[in-house]
Structure formats: C-alpha cells, structure tokens
Nanobody
Framework: QVQLVESGGGLVQAGGSLRLSCAAS????????MGWFRQAPGKERDFVAG????????PYADSVKGRFTISRDNAKNTVYLQMNSLKPEDTAVYYC?????????????????WGQGTQVTVST
C-alpha cells in the first residue's frame, strides 16, 4: 500500500512558478510509476504528467508540455511537479497518484492510490 501527501500549492500570478511535491510512504514506491492530475471546479480530473519508476519515461498533457516538468527522487520517496509560465487556466486542485502495474498514464481509473490534493490558484 502507498500513502501520498501533496504540498507546495498556493496562489501565484500568471507567468509565475510553483513546485509541487508528493511524499510517498510504502515499500513499493520506488517500483511504482506515478502521475499528476488536476481538477478544476465543475470539471473532470485530467491527466497532467506521468513518470515511470526509473524516471526514463515522462509523458505530459499537451496543455502543459514545455511548461511543466515531472521528476522523482526515489531515495526521498518523493515526486515533483515543477510548473513554470503558469496561466489562469492552470488553476485547479492537483493530485498525485500511484499507477497500477501495467496501467495507462492518462486514465484516472488506472491509478490505485491518491493523495488528498493541493490547491493551485493562478491570478491574472
């Protein structure tokens, strides 16, 4: 089992940056692919970025390519999401999640464990 705790959200002006962290506990973290999703009010939970257990594969949603970077430090049991050039449309609650073995990054129902989320608000 994996427990996930996100942090690093907050209020930032458009064009600014934030780095989200996702601290994981559980013996299987280093062998788990991970993902970041976001959910704006009244909208579905959307895939943002994913990372394989080794870090060698990092798929991104088209809307964040070139602006967001996902990384992980298995020694610290932590996954990060560096968000640059933030836009008001990036405003959402951001969640990290642990991908099921053999699952597909883009689909929320392929993830077994979720954090509680952290709010990111980008002002104009």
């Amino acid at each position: 089992q994996v427990q996930l705790v996100e942090s690093g959200g907050g209020l930032v002006q458009a064009g600014g940056s934030l780095r989200l962290s996702c601290a994981a506990s559980g013996r299987t973290f280093s062998r788990s692919a991970m993902g970041w999703f976001r959910q704006a009010p009244g909208k579905e939970r959307d895939f943002v970025a994913g990372i394989s257990w080794s870090g060698s594969s990092t798929p991104y949603a088209d809307s964040v390519k070139g602006r967001f970077t996902i990384s992980r430090d298995n020694a610290k049991n932590t996954v990060y999401l560096q968000m640059n050039s933030l836009k008001p449309e990036d405003t959402a609650v951001y969640y990290c999640a642990a991908l099921r073995q053999g699952g597909s990054y883009s689909y929320a129902d392929q993830y077994d464990y979720w954090g509680q989320g952290t709010q990111v608000t980008v002002s104009t």
